[in-house]
């Protein structure tokens, strides 16, 4: 019988937690809708492992409150279990045990019978495409096959909300986009899923929402289209034809478009925000204009792009700092430290 309620998943106000002198969490607030993908982003060192530790009753926070489904993470931490599960960076099954032996052997933890837990499993191999590795050791699957059935263990029993704590790390492209139909389909199936990732164009495909974390606070929230238009209109791409007029040509989208410009490692590309010098122009008009700048100075552009801005680029715009990808979750820790 589904224990789903029509009122938010995570419900999480004034959450702090230290490490020693170190604060992870500084009061964090956090409200996840039931039903969808919720995106937490942040560098490393944000709190975002530790916001997810204390949610899934891993961690006690120092202050504030928490609440899953209406259930208190520490006064009610059995009641939070019940409905949760979670997924780390690293794959929680056994690798000397084949696929279908590690679903059935955690089907029976918990509580299965020994036929429902082998028919539990082998749906869920067929599910996520595993149906002819399952009889192979996981240590000889590849990374995309071990995070699939690490997947799969985890909503054995379905959850209510499932933790995907850096789901898709140190995957190839095919691989991710199979976690990501993955993810899709227990959302569909009515799971909510509170999603923490290094990827930023992974956030944008998969969450409804996004939460920006840094320095253990929430300092941004909403759609990925709110939060791509809270910092600009528009951005430019730019190639020159000589790399040696970069300067200049940052100094003058710098004073015509008024917002930030990044270089990028080609020597000849520069990305320009549209839209951040309070003129009524809109986005085209304004490219307009920073190319006849560029044009009446004598340089050279060989290709020039205008869209909306990325993901990356709100990052940059409001921890003014690029994401930096977190390969260990004990590295934000460290990085916190």
Known sequence: MSRRTTGPAIEAEGLTRSFGETRALAGLDLKVPAGAVYGLLGPNG?????????????????GGQARVFGHDVVAAADAVRARVSLTGQYA???EDLTGVENLVLLGRLLGLTKSAAR???EQLLAAFGLTEAAGRQVKKYSGGMRRRVDIAASILNTPDL???DEPTTGLDPRSRNQVWEIVRAVVAHGTTVLLTTQYLDEADKLASRIAVVDHGRVIAEGSPGELKSSVGSGTVHLRLRDADQRPEAERLLQATLGGPVQVEADAVAITARVG????????SAQAARALGELSRAGIMVDDFSLGQPSLDEVFLALTDRPAVPVTDERDELEAAR
């Not at 916001?51 to 120092?62: F, H, Q």
């Not at 951040?276 to 986005?283: Q, T, V, Y």
């Open 92 to 94: 929680s099954v056994d």
């Open 119 to 121: 028919q539990r499993a």
């Open 276 to 283: 951040g010098d309070g003129s009524e122009l809109d986005a």
């Open 162 to 164: 499932l933790f995907l």
């Open 46 to 62: 944000a709190g975002k492992t530790t916001a997810v530790r204390v949610l899934a009753t891993l961690l006690r926070p120092d």
